[in-house]
């Protein structure tokens, strides 16, 4: 087909904020709400959590670690970081 290609890990968490995000959401559902066993029950919870623990501090703070997670990849040359 020619198309060029780049290796490339087919996932990359440490630089993908919105695994961050939902790392968060997962805790903070697990510590409120433990097992969620309905989807009216999730979809309450969801809006409930995301409401009132992501602030705009939060996603500032995740935006302004971009340079610090691709410090760290690179680092890491492309393996695991803390992130």
Avoid: C
């Avoid at 780049?6 to 790392?23: G, H």
């Avoid at 999730?42 to 501090?57: A, C, H, P, Q």
């Avoid at 935006?63 to 760290?72: D, E, G, Q, T, Y």
């Amino acid at each position: 087909n020619n198309i060029d290609s780049i290796d490339w890990l087919p996932q990359s968490p440490d630089l993908n904020l919105i695994e961050a995000l939902w790392a968060h959401m997962e805790t903070e559902l697990g510590e409120t709400f433990g097992r969620i066993s309905d989807l009216k029950t999730l979809k309450d919870v969801l809006k409930s959590t995301w409401d009132n623990t992501i602030t705009r501090d939060m996603l500032d703070n995740l935006i302004k670690s971009m340079p610090r997670r691709l410090s760290a990849v690179i680092a890491a040359g492309g393996d695991a970081t803390p992130y």
